[in-house]
């Protein structure tokens, strides 16, 4: 728009006076809004029909992208719920380099590993060392019978992996020490061998021996990674002596897992470098540099890979929401362009009674948005609906939060801007002599 | 005081593809305050064009046209709508009312792009306007609710809503029956009568011959500038005749 700027003689100022007259005036946009709204009104159907493109698409953004967080923090959670700051040792090399591939193949975890990690002196950054054995086992109890995972763990098990008993004592270090045959059983575990409850001093037997319930483990909830539920725990002496046979070579009793816990997030690496140190050590790896046989696996590495797949699988299921948003925003601009056409008499006449092509514009572009804009709004309900529904099925959680709907809604007035300017300019820029005569 | 229409030599050429169509050749006139003038002409005459200069709907190639002061054809597309606003109330043929608008809200629509004026005010100003215009019982109706010439009313009210310098109609009766269109230009008399300017755009001579002062254009030129005929002076007011009396017959009361 060109400034309203004219040739005067410098002594006109009457003239120039008159002209600030006119140019002080003009409608103020919330009437043009009016103007906006009430078109709208006059055609409730084909107003809801055209915001219907842009709800949708905003009610998927706002779902999948709730849905996604949710997960994600559901996944974080159970990763995180076996304890901070954790790390875990395996026999094998982690390398993916060259043959040597398989976790546990070669040389094994032993108790003397565990004893040297749990050296203070040697390694400061450690808190705590759960060796731990699994394998799976038939659990009978009188007629019930079923497959589970069996853990071998000490006392500090317990604390390490931060679980809570529902009833009954966990394995203490008597127990480990006496080989005895007692078992934690995990909630799952405990509801379907004692259905009727009362688990605790019954006697199940783990592949033919008999094992007494000291402990029922609380339910977790959850199907992540470090749910206990549907596992049993019995003293690490008995997995490997009496249950798995594990006796490693040169006398020692071999270990599947050792679960370090370091003293502070912030220690996590130190303890990394210390275990490695320390591995190396007592399995005789020259100092050169041969390959580990064993390979550390960093909590927190694990929860940034899971974090970023998930974040990445959510922004890719918003982006096709948001494809959804743009078709709606078309929808929009189409019916904007009918309905310049169909009211070019009416951009005529206001134009002709005084209206400027910024005012014809403003009101073309209020109505744009307040498609948009009622098509998000309702969208955001509709969608952070949708969200609660998943959440209150179970099956998955969604985490809604106002970023997420801040940045859908903002998203739907940006497509009604973008899709609204093309067909008000042409309204705005109508010849008035032209659009009276329009038939 | 100076005249409230002057237009001196005023040029409209339009560009046709590659050809020029000169549209008005050089027009110059002046309208005092409170005339009530015809602009007559055939079609393609270049009256339509004249009048869309002197409504501001549009500017001239070259010349001069000064309205209550203001030169016009200096004026930017801002100013233009804000002159179109203030100092003009137009009257059209097909009365352009909105459909979904009261004759209330349609009367008011110049005093919003106007600015400056609460929303009571200006039902308050509107209804006075519909009152003056004879409408003051069907102010709620929508313009489907009315008749045509109630809804001339209704366009004719909305011209003098922002209380312009100059009525501007554009074949005023010409979707109006001739009983009709009598009392339309009834109402212009009167208004003119009560010190408004009106400037009748027309090919209609019934109509024209109810003005006080004819221009005449063809092929783009003013051809005649002249007094009103008084009627009957010319054989095609014969005709007529019946309604004139009855049309003073009201009047004289």
Redesign the interface.
Known sequence: ???????IAPSDA??ET??DA???????WS?TLG?AL?TLR?NPMRTLLTTLGVLIGVAAVVALLAIGRGSQESITASITANGANLLTIRAGAASSAGIRGAIGEGASLTMADADALAETSRNPAIALVSPEYSGNAQLVAGSTNMNARVTGATAIYAQVHNTTLAEGEFISAADVSATAKVIVLGANVAETLFAEGGAIGQQVRVNGSQYRVIGVLESSGGTGFGSLDDGVLVPLSSAQRSLFGARAVGGSWSVSTIVVQARSAEEVDAAQSQIETTMREEHDLALDGSDDDFSVINQQEILETVTSTTQMLTFFLAAIAGISLLVGGIGIMNIMLVSVRERT??I????????????ILLQFLFEALALSGVGGLVGLLIGSAIALAVSMTGLMTAVLSWDVALLAFGFALMVGLFFGIAPARSAARLD??VA?RYE | MSAMIRVQDLRRTYMMGEFEVHALRGVSFEIQRGEFVAIMGPSGSGKSTLM?LI?C??TPTAGRYDLD???VE??????L??????KIG?V?Q?F?L?A??SALENVA??L?????LRAHERLERAAAALERVGLGNRMDHRPQELSGGQQQRVAIA?ALVSDPALLLADEPTGALDSRTSQEIMQLFGDLNRSGMTVLIVTHEPDVAHQTRRLLEIRDGQLVRDHPTPKLGTEPSQQRRSVGKRRYYAARSH
């Open positions: 728009m060109q400034p309203a700027v004219i040739e009457e003239l008159e002209i006119l140019l002080s005036g003009g409608i103020s009437e103007f009430a006059t008499r009416e005529g006449l206001r134009k002709a009674l005084g209206a400027r092509e910024q005012d008035p002599i009276l | 869309n409504g709907l549009d002061g203001l030169p200096r004026l930017d597309p801002a100013l709508a804000a002159v179109r606003n203030r137009f059209f097909q352009h909105l979904r608008s629509l110049p919003a792009y106007r600015g400056g909305r």
